[in-house]
C-alpha cells in the first residue's frame, strides 16, 4: 500500500511508533570493550592511547572493517578480509590482513563472545608523523582491534522508517573510510528525528544508507545501486545478490530514481548488524514518500534465506 500526504506531526508519529517496536537490528547499548588490541599489544580500553600526530585523529587518514560473528563462527571473513586489503591499497597502507588472523580470534575469545552474536572491528590508520597532507614515507601504521557482543536476531521482526536525504560524500565511497563525517552527519539528521537509517540520494538516484545498502523490489525484479566510486562494496549485499541467483529472483544492478518509489513494492537495506532489514516508510523533508506497513514477500524470503545461511551452515 502507497501512500503520499504531508505529515505535520512526524516526529510524534514516529516517536510513539518507536514506544511500540522494539530495538532496531543491530543495536545493543553501546559500552566500551574490556579490552583492546592496539599495535600488539591487548590493553584496558581505558589504558589504550594514540598520538595526537596520529593520521587517523589528524586527518581520518584510515580504514576499518567490521567482522560479524555467530555464535562466535565468523560469516564471511575472507570477504572482509579481502575488502580490507583493497582499501589498504587504495589508500596505500602496507599491512598483510593475514597477519591479523589470530588477532581476531583472540579478539572474540576476549570479549567473551566465543559463543555468542558479536562482531569485530578493525581500523588501520597511516599512523604517526608529523603533520603534513603528503603520506609521510616511513610512518607505522596504527592497528586498532576489539570484539563486542551484537544482537543479532530478531531483525526478520523490525522494520525501519528511514530518512531521505542528498548523498553530500566523496567520490570513493568504495574505500571504507574512517573518514565518515558526511556519514555520521546524515545518521545524525535521522536519528535526532527518531528514524533508524538516512537513505541517500545522489543525483535523483538512491546509492546506500549512511551505513547500509540499499535494495528495492519493483515488479518482482530487485534493483541495487552498481558498485563502483559511489557506494560501498557491501559484503552482505553481495551475499544478498548471491542468494537471489539462488532463488531465481532476478537482481538488476541499476540505481532507483526517487521518482521511481511509486512503482516501488518493497525496500530493504542491508548490513554486516544491519542484516536484512525492512523498510516500511520513507521521510523526505516532512513529506512521507513511501510507505508499506507490511513486510514484502521477497524480503521475507531472503530474510529466511540469511537466517538459514547465517545460523545453520557452518
Ligand atoms: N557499515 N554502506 C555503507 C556506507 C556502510 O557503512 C555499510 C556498513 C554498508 C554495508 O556493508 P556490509 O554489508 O559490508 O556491512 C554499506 C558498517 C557495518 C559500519 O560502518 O559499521
Known amino acids: 500500500m502507497k501512500r503520499n500526504g504531508w505529515y505535520k506531526c512526524i516526529n510524534i508519529l514516529i516517536h ?25 599489544k591487548w590493553l584496558a580500553h581505558n589504558e589504550a592511547y594514540i598520538s595526537v600526530f ?3 585523529f589528524m586527518f581520518g587518514d584510515g580504514i576499518y572493517e567490521v567482522i560479524p560473528f555467530y555464535k562466535g563462527i565468523a560469516f564471511g571473513l575472507q570477504r572482509h578480509l579481502n575488502r580490507l586489503s583493497y582499501c589498504l591499497n587504495e589508500i596505500e597502507i602496507d599491512l598483510d590482513v593475514n ?13 567473551g563472545i566465543e559463543d555468542k552474536d558479536g562482531a569485530v572491528y578493525i581500523q588501520v590508520s597511516r599512523g604517526v608523523a608529523p603533520r603534513t597532507h603528503y603520506f609521510p614515507q ?3 601504521p596504527t592497528v586498532l582491534l576489539y570484539g563486542y557482543p551484537v544482537q543479532l536476531e530478531g531483525f526478520e521482526k523490525k522494520q525501519a522508517s528511514v530518512l531521505v536525504s542528498k548523498d553530500l560524500r566523496w567520490h570513493r565511497c568504495d574505500i571504507k573510510s574512517t573518514s565518515l563525517m558526511a556519514n555520521v552527519r546524515a545518521n545524525n539528521k535521522a536519528h535526532a528525528m527518531g528514524l533508524d537509517e538516512n537513505t541517500l540520494v545522489r543525483k535523483g538516484f538512491f546509492t546506500e544508507g549512511s551505513h547500509s545498502s540499499i535494495f528495492f523490489v519493483k515488479f518482482d525484479k530487485i534493483y541495487t545501486h ?5 557506494i560501498l562494496s557491501g559484503i552482505t549485499r553481495k551475499i544478498v545478490t548471491e542468494m537471489c541467483r539462488e532463488l531465481n529472483i532476478k537482481v538488476v544492478e541499476k540505481a532507483v530514481h526517487i521518482d521511481e518509489l511509486v512503482e516501488v513494492d518493497e525496500i530493504f537495506l542491508t548490513g554486516t ?5 525492512s523498510v516500511k516508510s520513507m521521510f523526505r523533508k516532512e513529506e512521507d514518500i513511501y510507505n508499506s506497513p507490511k513486510k514484502g514477500k521477497i524480503t521475507a524470503k531472503l530474510q529466511e534465506a540469511f537466517i538459514e545461511l547465517t545460523r545453520n551452515s557452518s
Not at 522494539?22 to 588490541?37: D, I, N
Open 54 to 56: 596520529d593520521r587517523g
Open 273 to 277: 548488524t544491519t542484516q536484512i532489514l
Open 16 to 40: 510513539e511508533e518507536k514506544l511500540n517496536s522494539a530495538q532496531p537490528s543491530g543495536l545493543v547499548k553501546k559500552t566500551y570493550p574490556a579490552e583492546v588490541y592496539l599495535n600488539g
Open 99 to 111: 597477519t591479523l588472523r589470530e588477532v581476531i580470534t583472540e579478539a572474540v575469545s576476549r570479549a
Open 138 to 140: 616511513d610512518a607505522i
Open 226 to 230: 552498481p558498485e563502483g566510486p559511489h
